[in-house]
Structures are given as structure tokens and as C-alpha cells.
């Protein structure tokens, strides 16, 4: 099963921090899809919910240096 | 020249570290996928030893590919500095265009310095941000590579596309050349000066660089800030308004002998029945700064040239639409056709860095 979230994001300051957050795509298993957008200061994430949750991507996010300040799902 | 300078300067002082910032996760994902290659390469029976050895960072191996990107990211931005040139020169301005071209271009500036700063989320729309699909292209290529000098090679083209918010403020300033030469020498002179910097860090490649860069970050957006003002400011000029801050400092520093004329002797002179004016045109002034014509009549501006090699030599009258390209050494005639009492006209060099003033009073 597929799902979508939309995170704010705190902390990114230039257009490389977004493609920094699109990697996840390819760190974490399960995760489908990660469209970042520097302008509006959000990352949407697409993810298989067997494979990974929330809290695992909320991580991750944390770990490249940036806090997610709300989840929109 | 001067502009090439401050181009240059401008590359060395600031981009260099706003480049790494935007560019420079590319360049070290294909980086540090050579590294986990040699490493695997080299430990084929596990032991600490081995692994030690195998661990270190091979820093004499960083050199070339950081060189390798760096030499195709100046080939690419002056390639690009040459496009925006010419299409900045295929759209024939007149000096008020040029005029809110360059305000324009301040504006952007401006946008980006505060955007850098932080001063509201507003000023995020200031940065260009390439469609995603261009962004997975660019990341999956990095880190997939595992040949030593096509990844950077490649990655350094391709950060055209990818420009930080000091590089696309000098892509403006290219446009605003309005020639495919001015153009490719700005960014060439811009590209360059980011490059040591950038080389330095990268080679490194230690917790320094962040920490530097957290703080660099600030003096970058300071320095933007202050050449947004000033690009605003000369376009003011340009436009011929007397509210530059440039023209005053000008008129405020030059000898008073430079700004007015002598009374009764030449700029001014009726010469063979033909009413002319001269200026002289030095590197950065004219001379005189003000300068009085006979009003109700036609009159001839006579521009001298002696060894002039800097923007000075770009002459624009913006009331007039004249904008004349001026001889290394020489005189040029602009005709005049006849002005009210009282007229006041602005001339300045094409970017609104040099002027003065004709009045019409005699």
C-alpha cells in the first residue's frame, strides 16, 4: 500500500539542500518517490507503508541535518 | 575592464564557497564513489592493517577530477556568459531599456541577498530551482559512476543548470552586456575566481569547510547585497535621473576644475559658424562634468578620446537614444538638434558608473 505525506521542512538555505533531501529515494527502502522544493520549504515522500514508515523518514531527514516542523498527510 | 575586475573579485571573495554550497554535493557524491571503489579494489583479505592503509583519503587521486570539474565548469558558464551576451546584444535596447534591465537585474540581486540572509520566505522565489527530473538526472548520474574523470568532467558541465545565487546574479549582469564577448569574459573572469576556493574546500574536504561555510554565508549575502545596491544605483543613472548616489559621489570627489567649466574657454566654442561643445573622455570621468551649450540652436558635441580603454569609451546620451561606441584614441561628433532654454540632459558611460551633465543656458 502507497502512501503520501507532504513534510515542512526546517533549515534548507539553497536549491542543493533539496536535491540533498530528494536521496532519500535512494537511502531508504520502501520509498518511491521524494520531490523536494527549496522555494517552499517542503519534501513530499510517496512510500510503500510495508517497507517504511513516518517516524523512519522523519529520521532520516533529521540525520542529513534538517527538522521536519509539521507532517501533512 | 572594470567590470571583468569586479567580476573576478566578486568570484573569488564570495562564489567560490555559494558555488560549493550548491555544487559541490554533486561533486563529492562521484568523488566519494571513487574513493569507496579504491577502497574495495584494494582490501581483498580483511585486516586492519590493510583497511588502515586502504582508508586513508587518497588526496594526491582528489586532485584531478576536482580539477577536471572545475576547468568543465568554466568552459560551460563562459559558453553560457557568450549565449546571454549575444542574446542580450540580438535585442537592441535603447538606454532607458538598458536602464530598467540593469534595475531589474539589481532587484534580483537584492532578492538574493536577502534570500541568502533570510530575512522572510518571500525571497526564496528569488531562486531558480531546475524541475525535479532534472535534479534526479543529475543526483542518480553522480553517484552511479564509478569511471575517475567522466563523472566530474560531466558534473561540471552540468552545473550550468544548477547555478548558486551569486552565479545567477552574474548570468544577469552577462544579459546585460549585451555582447557575446562581454558576456563570456564576465563569466570567464566570475567562473575563475570561484575556482581556488572551491578547489581548496573540496580538496580538503574537512568539518572546517561547513562550519566556514555557515558563517560565509552571511558575508556572501552582505557583499551581494552591496553590489545589488550598487547595480540599482547606476542603472539610476543610466536612466539619467540625478538621484544616483554614484553620479553624486562623482561630482562630490572630481577636481572642481573637472566639473564645471572654465568660464570662457572651451568646451564651448562657436567654430566654423557651427556652435560645438567638447568633452574630454578619460578612463573614469568625463571632463568637464557640467557642461553649457547654447540653447535654441544645433549643436555639435565633440567626444576626444587619448588612450581610453575602459567603459567610459560606451558614451550614452538616454534623452537622445544615442549610444556611441568611442575610439581608443579619436574624436567623435554627436549632433545635437536644437534644445529649449533650460534644458538639462544627462550623459553617462553604459552602465551609469561615469557622467555628467549638458545644460542648455547660453
Redesign the interface.
Known sequence: MSRTITLQIDGMHCTNCAMTLEGIEDRLPGILRAEASYRHARLVVEFDESKVDEARIEKEVERLGYKVSAINR | MVNILIAFVTGLTTGGLSCL??????LASSLTNQIENDVQQQVYKPSRKRIRRAQRPARAGMARPIAAFLAAKLIAYTLLGLLLGWLGQMVQLSPYARAGLQIAIGIFMLGNALR?L?VH?IF??F????P?FI??R???FA?DREVSLAAPVFLGFLTVL?P??VTQAMLAAALGTGSPLGGAALMFAFTLGTSPVFFAVAYFATTLGQRLERNF?RFVAIVLLLLAVYTIDTGVALAGSPMSLTRSFNEMFARPAAVEQPAGSPPYAAVDGENTVTIRVLNTSYEPGVVHAPAGVPVKLRLVTEDVVSCSRAFVIPALGVQQLLERTGEAVIEIPPQEAGTQMAFSCSMGMFGGTLVFDL
Open positions: 554550497a550548491v555544487q559541490g554535493g554533486l541568502m533570510n520566505p526564496r522565489y531562486a531558480i530551482e531546475p525535479a535534479r534526479r543529475l543526483r542518480r553517484k544548477i548558486c545565487g554565508n
